[in-house]
């Protein structure tokens, strides 16, 4: 449950299963024999969402203030209980996770490569059971007229789910449920960020959701309002600028070009922060190069349904890590980005948390940002170190370790 340092994910929860040391990632059509003596077959627990619970957990490992939280949605399963089994042993409370007979519990096929990349196909299954109505929506309007399903009996009632995400210091959101539950939860935790700035809103735009129709896009749009934390990595990044300017492909182009063969990110991000009004910082994930930040403070608390036109102006500023050469090669990325926004969530909960009951929290600055942003990076490199998503996940004396290795640049 939630403590002065609390991170509260809502999302996915699958079951992985993993073919590692295929010599190459096959082509459409194509068949591959992983016969040599490096591949292996193995399960574990998986999706993005619980990914980033359990490096939070990992990240928290220790600290007396900081607690994770997880709600998601299961198949009344094996594997269901299997995973639900293992979070609580990484000491996150998953009290609040559905259970469902409508669908198995999601899964993921993962496969990767000599050179320690990755492809993933994923089956939802149980997570698109997560509903708004579970959350505690007070209309249902997650269900099309004369397509009404017979409800389930749910353990949990929406309005304990609901208090938890009002109650937490950092609310994290990705892409592998329904898009209307995700937003639902930026809705719900925008309007108390007007009026007591928190909780913090750090979403995860991933997967980026394929060739929208025009009324995803307006989605997207719509979750961009809410967002106080945009995570992308290069390919999303990519992605969500060409569908937000598309009205102005010229521009786009422009833009995007000048990030992918320039390394300039910041217009990027100033494109995306511009759709954001929330927004505190945009990261881009650079994957060996660390990851790139425009930040701005966040303006002073507002009942009203806009930031306050007078309020102080943003200070822009960019902030790269750059990491040194590893001494390690890379063994497998899967759930590195995962594992970036699970300990950048805990870093900034931790951060961020009062010293004592009753304390004003500290505010969140760019100093605070970067050293948070940093730790994320120095996790992240670590878990590709490593086979596997979740069993790659460093602790915390291996984050801070790590941590004084980093080199960081500012731009």
């Known amino acids: ?71 998601a949605c299961l198949g009344d399963d094996a594997q269901g209980a299997a995973s639900l089994e293992a979070y609580e042993d990484e000491g996150i409370y998953v009290g609040l996770c559905k259970r469902t007979r409508r669908a198995s519990s999601g899964v993921a096929v993962i496969l990767v490569g000599a050179d320690g990349e990755n492809t993933i196909v994923v089956l939802p299954g149980a997570n698109r059971e997560l509903r708004p109505r579970d959350l505690g929506a007070e209309t249902a309007t997650d269900t099309a007229p004369g397509q009404e399903e017979e409800e389930e009996e749910d353990a949990v009632d929406g309005e304990s789910r609901l208090q938890e995400i009002r109650s937490a210091s950092v609310v994290l959101l990705q892409l592998e449920i329904r898009l209307d539950t995700v937003q639902f939860v930026a809705e719900t935790v925008r309007q108390q960020w007007l009026s007591q700035r928190a909780p913090l809103l750090l979403l995860n735009m991933a997967p980026m959701p394929s060739a929208p129709a025009p009324d995803g896009i307006d989605s997207v749009r719509a979750l961009l309002r809410c967002v106080n934390l945009l995570v992308l990595n290069e390919v999303e990044c990519e992605q969500l600028c060409a569908m937000l300017l598309r009205a102005d492909a010229a521009h786009a182009t422009q833009v995007l070009a000048a990030a992918t063969q320039r390394d300039e990110w910041r217009a990027v991000c100033e494109a995306l922060m511009a759709q954001a009004p929330l927004a505190v910082a945009i990261v881009v ?115 801070r370790h790590r941590q004084s290795r980093v080199a960081p640049r500012e731009r």
């Open 285 to 399: 994930t650079l994957g060996a190069h660390g990851a790139a930040c425009l930040f701005r403070p966040a303006p002073p608390p507002t009942s009203e349904a806009t930031p306050p036109e007078n309020s102080a102006p943003p200070v822009w500023m960019v902030q790269s890590v750059r990491l040194p050469e590893s001494l390690e090669s890379v063994v497998d990325t899967t759930g590195a980005g995962d594992c970036f926004c699970g300990v950048l969530a805990a870093a900034l909960a931790e951060a961020l948390a009062p010293a004592h009951e009753g304390d004003t929290a500290p505010a969140l600055t760019a100093e605070v940002f970067r050293d948070a942003m940093r730790l994320a990076c120095c996790a992240a490199t670590l878990s590709v170190t490593r086979s596997g998503a979740q069993p790659s996940f460093p602790k915390r004396d291996d984050i």
């Open 1 to 71: 449950m939630a403590t002065p340092g609390s991170v509260l994910v809502v999302g996915s929860c699958n079951t992985d299963y993993i073919l590692t040391g295929v010599p190459h990632l096959p082509r459409p059509g194509e068949t591959v024999l992983a016969d040599a003596p490096a591949a292996a077959f193995r399960t574990a627990q998986g999706g993005k969402s619980a990914n980033a619970a359990v490096a939070a957990a990992r990240a928290f490992l220790g600290h007396a203030l900081g607690s994770v939280s997880l709600i």
